[in-house]
């Protein structure tokens, strides 16, 4: 209890917890888009309770890790040497996971562009069982907890401030999957662009796995461009729609109104 009290009396303490606070949150993003897309193919009925326990399951997993950081710390180790290069238990989840990431975002982006992917030529849309949502789900968890873990081990030796900023990063990912996963069902050229943040998070995931460093800031710019893009391109087609509408509406008008004049009129 003094331990909480001191680091609540310390600045750079709460420094710390803020700047970790969107390290988390930022991370969980990738996590969230994931989530988003793999349960809006699910009924309905069944998505928020998926999205839930997805979310509840990544807070499980982040705050059992928390309970062994002395043995995470240990998962940069190297345990096995390949053409030269060591590679940790992290660098193989980082790499499994990575190689996971790519072979889903490429089916469902396959799924989204072939015009005829059965033989009745029938485009029906993609569905997936509950328990292997689920499954996959949890797997992606269970990699992106441990990149997460280690990044906040990287940030602070206090464990207290960990778990405050596991428990917010989670709430932000409660409030937002709901949102995030109506607007992707929404817009359809989100989820293309889902999916390929979803390529160049398993890219980076690899990358981080084989040793090659790839500065976060440079990934989610990139991510927060693209998405800008997408946004003008989503304002534009509405702004269209709208004014075909209007258009629409102005000729029906004018096609009533002329109606009625021609009944009107007094037959000669």
Not at 22 to 31: A, H, R, S, Y
Not at 196 to 213: P, R
Not at 223 to 241: D, P, Q, T, Y
């Amino acid at each position: 209890m003094d331990s909480i009290m001191q680091l609540a009396a310390d600045p750079a303490a709460w420094a710390a917890l803020a700047t970790l606070v969107v390290m988390e949150v930022v991370l969980g993003i990738d996590n969230l888009i994931f989530i988003s897309i793999l349960t809006n193919k699910l009924p309905e009925s069944q998505q928020t309770s998926a999205r839930r326990i997805g979310i509840g399951l990544a807070l499980i997993l982040r705050l059992a890790l928390l309970g062994t950081v002395a043995y995470i710390v240990h998962l940069t180790q190297p345990v096995v040497e390949l053409f030269g290069h060591g590679f940790s238990w992290r660098d193989i989840i980082l790499i499994a996971g990575g190689l996971f990431l790519l072979w889903k975002a490429t089916k469902e982006i396959h799924h989204n562009v072939d015009p005829d992917p059965g033989e009745e030529g029938d485009v029906k849309p993609a569905t997936i069982g509950y328990s292997a949502a689920i499954v996959q789900i949890l797997l992606l968890d269970l990699v992106f907890s441990i990149d997460s873990i280690i990044t906040a081990v990287g940030m602070t030796d206090h464990v207290e401030i960990m778990v405050v900023a596991v428990l917010v990063a989670v709430a932000v990912m409660l409030l937002a999957a709901d949102p995030l996963s109506r607007f992707i069902a929404a817009n359809p050229t989100v989820v293309m662009l889902a999916l390929g943040f979803l390529i160049m998070i398993g890219m980076t995931l690899i990358a981080e796995g084989f040793g090659a460093h790839v500065p976060k800031g440079y990934v989610y710019t990139a991510m927060a461009f693209s998405a800008g893009i997408e946004v003008l391109n989503i304002l534009g087609r509405r702004a269209r729609k709208a004014k075909s509408a209007a258009k629409g509406a102005a000729k029906r008008a004018d096609g009533t109104a002329a109606g009625r004049g021609t009944a009107g009129s007094p037959v000669a």
